[in-house]
Each structure stands twice: as structure tokens, then as C-alpha cells.
């Protein structure tokens, strides 16, 4: 059974930078394209950004396009996503997800995916 776990979720202020990160304790990435998506309360769970084993696929939703970054160590078999300017209506619950092959057809489609993490609560306040 495959174990993802996040961490680095909190509460900041408009325009403030977040740091998450994801692990798989005991277990390698490869060759699997990993993904964060987050849910707000009351939503469905959407997409945030994707990215490939190699890293030269990555993919972002419009929203976070110029603002959030995300990147892998293989070596370490951590993922991560950093969060600048960060805005209230970037408050969720952010997943990350491991999807079942290296490329999926749809990256943003949730059902590309196969194991995902508890989640870590991401608060901006205004």
C-alpha cells in the first residue's frame, strides 16, 4: 500500500508564500506522474498542478499559472508545491496524488488517479 503524506499547510496572510510537500514514505514515485489537487468546503475536489516523472511535463490550472511551483526529487521522493501570492479563494484542503500512470490521458482528471494523501489545510485570510 502505497502512503503519500503531506505536510506545510497553515494559516498565512493574503500575498504570503506556502511551502507543501509530499512524501511516500518506503515507497519510490517512478515512474508515476504525482499531482496536487485541493477542495474547499462545500466543492469538488479540483486539479492544482501535475508533473511528471522526468519533470518535462507540468501542468497548472489557470488560476495558480505565474504563482505556484511545483517540482519532485526523485532522489528524496518528495514533491512539492510552492505557493506565492497566495489569495483567500486558495483556501482548501490540498491533496497530493500519485496517478496511476507515468502520463495520463487527462492530468486534470481526478480519476487518473489512484493513491492520495489525508491533506494538509491551506487558510489564507484577507
Known amino acids: 500500500q502505497v502512503q503519500l503524506v503531506e505536510s506545510g499547510g497553515g494559516l498565512v496572510q493574503t500575498g504570503d508564500p506556502l511551502r507543501l510537500s509530499c512524501t511516500t514514505p518506503g515507497h519510490s514515485f517512478a515512474p508515476h506522474l504525482m499531482a496536487w489537487f485541493r477542495q474547499a468546503p462545500g466543492k469538488a475536489r479540483d486539479f492544482v498542478a501535475g508533473?511528471?516523472?522526468?519533470?518535462?511535463?507540468?501542468y497548472y490550472t489557470d488560476t495558480v499559472k505565474g504563482r505556484f511551483t511545483i517540482s519532485r526529487d526523485n532522489a528524496k521522493t518528495t514533491v512539492d508545491l510552492q505557493m506565492n501570492s497566495l489569495r483567500p479563494e486558495d483556501t482548501a484542503t490540498y491533496y497530493c496524488?500519485?496517478?496511476?500512470?507515468?502520463?495520463?490521458?487527462?492530468?486534470?482528471?481526478?480519476?487518473?488517479?489512484?493513491?492520495w494523501g489525508r491533506g494538509t489545510q491551506v487558510t489564507v485570510s484577507s
Open positions: 508533473i511528471s516523472w522526468t519533470g518535462n511535463y507540468i
Open positions: 496524488t500519485r496517478a496511476r500512470k507515468s502520463v495520463p490521458g487527462d492530468p486534470y482528471n481526478a480519476l487518473e488517479y489512484d493513491y
